[in-house]
C-alpha cells in the first residue's frame, strides 16, 4: 500500500481512480458505504445538469434533508455532481475551491471523504493543492481563436508549447484556448506539473483501477454501444432543443463531438458513430494512463475486492 502522507499527519482521504470505464463510480460507493464515507466527483463533465446518460453520471436524484439539498445514489451523498448549468463553463479552479469546501464538510461530520474520477487534472489540483494559474480570459485573444477549426488550435499551441500539447486532448477546443491563452498571457510554457515532491494537505490513499487491456476494450465496445442504443443520442437532442448549441457540444469534446456531427448530417451512419465513438473512449483511456503514470504513489488493482483490505488498513487507527 502506498500512501502518500503529510509531514505531519493530516485527514485521511480517499482516491479512486483509473481509465473511462473501469468501474471507479461503484467502488467508491461500495467503499462508502463500507467505510462510512461520501463520494466527490471529480468529472469534468459529470459536473453539468442535464449530461447524464452521456457522461455516465451515477442515476442518483436530489433529496431534500431539512435545509440541505443532496444528490443520492444508492444511500450515499455525491458532491459535485448536477451543480451548474451546460451552457456555463466550469473551470479547474472552481472544482479545486469546491472540492477543499467538501472536504472540509464531510470530515467535519465524521465521515470519510473519496474522491472518484479520471479527470487527471481536477484529482492533482484538489489532492496536491496545486496553485492553478489565475490568467484572466482575454476576449480580444478568444475571438481570434474561434475563427480557427480544431486542427489549426492544436497545430498552433504545438508550435507554442509542444509539451503542453502533449498533455492535451487534441479534440478538446476548450481545453487547447485555454492553454494557449495561458502561455501567450504569461509569455512562456506551461510547466509540467511534477507530483512526486508535492506534498498534499491530507493523508491520502490512492488506489488506481488498471485492468486487463482486453477487459478494459470488451468494457469500452458495450459502452460506445450502449451510448447509440440507450438515448444518448436523444439526451443530447433534448438539450439542442432547448438552447444548447452544437459549438458547445463540440468544446466539451470526446463523444459529444461526434454526436453533434451525426445529428447535424445524414452521412454518418449509427455504426460509424459506435465505432467513432469506441475508437475515442480507447484513445482517451491511454491518455488517462500516460496522466495517472506520473504519480508514483498509486496503490493499483486489477479486481474491486482487493480494495476493501487496502482501504481497511489505510483508515486504521494505528496506521
Same mark, same amino acid.
Given at each position: 500500500?502506498?500512501?502518500?502522507?503529510?509531514?505531519?499527519?493530516?485527514?485521511?482521504?480517499?482516491?479512486?481512480?483509473?481509465?473511462?470505464?473501469?468501474?471507479?463510480?461503484?467502488?467508491?460507493?461500495?467503499?462508502?458505504?463500507?467505510?462510512?464515507?461520501?463520494?466527490?466527483?471529480?468529472?469534468?463533465?459529470?459536473?453539468?445538469?442535464?449530461?447524464?446518460?452521456?457522461?455516465?453520471?451515477?442515476?442518483?436524484?436530489?433529496?431534500?434533508?431539512?435545509?440541505?439539498?443532496?444528490?443520492? $445514489?444508492?444511500?450515499?451523498?455525491?458532491?459535485?455532481?448536477?451543480?451548474?448549468?451546460?451552457?456555463?463553463?466550469?473551470?479547474?479552479?472552481?472544482?479545486?475551491?469546491?472540492?477543499?469546501?467538501?472536504?472540509?464538510?464531510?470530515?467535519?461530520?465524521?465521515?470519510?471523504?473519496?474522491?472518484?474520477?479520471?479527470?487527471?487534472?481536477?484529482?492533482?489540483?484538489?489532492?496536491?493543492?496545486?496553485?492553478?494559474?489565475?490568467?484572466?480570459?482575454?476576449?480580444?485573444?478568444?475571438?481570434?481563436?474561434?475563427?480557427?477549426?480544431?486542427?489549426?488550435? $492544436?497545430?498552433?499551441?504545438?508550435?507554442?508549447?509542444?509539451?503542453?500539447?502533449?498533455?492535451?486532448?487534441?479534440?478538446?477546443?476548450?481545453?487547447?484556448?485555454?492553454?494557449?491563452?495561458?502561455?501567450?498571457?504569461?509569455?512562456?510554457?506551461?510547466?509540467?506539473?511534477?507530483?512526486?515532491?508535492?506534498?498534499?494537505? $491530507?493523508?491520502?490513499?490512492?488506489?488506481?483501477?488498471?485492468?486487463?487491456?482486453?477487459?478494459?476494450?470488451?468494457?469500452?465496445?458495450?459502452?460506445?454501444?450502449?451510448?447509440?442504443?440507450?438515448?444518448?443520442?436523444?439526451?443530447?437532442?433534448?438539450?439542442?432543443?432547448?438552447?444548447?448549441?452544437?459549438?458547445?457540444?463540440?468544446?466539451?469534446?470526446?463523444? $459529444?463531438?461526434?454526436?453533434?456531427?451525426?445529428?447535424?448530417?445524414?452521412?454518418?451512419?449509427?455504426?460509424?458513430?459506435?465505432?467513432?465513438?469506441?475508437?475515442?473512449?480507447?484513445?482517451?483511456?491511454?491518455?488517462?494512463?500516460?496522466?495517472?503514470?506520473?504519480?508514483?504513489?498509486?496503490?493499483?488493482?486489477?479486481?474491486?475486492?482487493?480494495?476493501?483490505?487496502?482501504?481497511?488498513?489505510?483508515?486504521?487507527?494505528?496506521?
Amino acid at each position: 500500500m502506498k500512501v502518500f502522507k503529510k509531514t505531519e499527519q493530516g485527514p485521511k482521504i480517499l482516491v479512486i481512480l483509473g481509465p473511462t470505464c473501469s468501474g471507479k463510480s461503484e467502488l467508491a460507493v461500495s467503499l462508502a458505504k463500507k467505510f462510512n464515507g461520501e463520494v466527490i466527483s471529480a468529472d469534468s463533465r459529470q459536473v453539468y445538469r442535464g449530461l447524464d446518460k452521456s457522461s455516465s453520471k451515477v442515476p442518483g436524484k436530489w433529496v431534500i434533508s431539512g435545509v440541505k439539498r443532496m444528490f443520492m $445514489y444508492k444511500g450515499v451523498r455525491h458532491h459535485l455532481v448536477d451543480i451548474t448549468p451546460l451552457r456555463r463553463r466550469f473551470t479547474v479552479q472552481q472544482f479545486k475551491k469546491k472540492g477543499k469546501k467538501a472536504i472540509k464538510n464531510i470530515l467535519s461530520r465524521g465521515k470519510v471523504p473519496i474522491i472518484a474520477g479520471g479527470t487527471g487534472f481536477y484529482l492533482d489540483a484538489l489532492v496536491y493543492d496545486l496553485d492553478i494559474p489565475r490568467v484572466p480570459p482575454n476576449r480580444k485573444l478568444r475571438k481570434e481563436l474561434d475563427n480557427l477549426s480544431t486542427d489549426e488550435l $492544436y497545430n498552433r499551441l504545438k508550435g507554442l508549447d509542444p509539451k503542453s500539447a502533449k498533455r492535451v486532448d487534441p479534440n478538446n477546443r476548450v481545453r487547447i484556448i485555454r492553454a494557449i491563452e495561458i502561455v501567450v498571457m504569461t509569455g512562456s510554457p506551461i510547466p509540467e506539473i511534477d507530483l512526486t515532491g508535492e506534498e498534499a494537505p $491530507y493523508e491520502t490513499l490512492q488506489i488506481g483501477i488498471k485492468l486487463p487491456e482486453d477487459e478494459l476494450k470488451r468494457r469500452i465496445h458495450s459502452v460506445a454501444k450502449n451510448r447509440v442504443n440507450e438515448g444518448v443520442v436523444e439526451e443530447i437532442t433534448q438539450l439542442h432543443n432547448k438552447g444548447v448549441s452544437w459549438d458547445r457540444f463540440i468544446e466539451l469534446g470526446m463523444e $459529444y463531438r461526434h454526436i453533434a456531427r451525426y445529428l447535424k448530417s445524414s452521412d454518418i451512419t449509427q455504426d460509424e458513430l459506435r465505432k467513432a465513438l469506441e475508437n475515442e473512449f480507447w484513445q482517451y483511456s491511454r491518455r488517462q494512463m500516460v496522466w495517472f503514470r506520473r504519480a508514483k504513489n498509486i496503490t493499483w488493482i486489477s479486481d474491486p475486492s482487493e480494495a476493501v483490505p487496502i482501504v481497511q488498513d489505510f483508515l486504521s487507527p494505528s496506521a
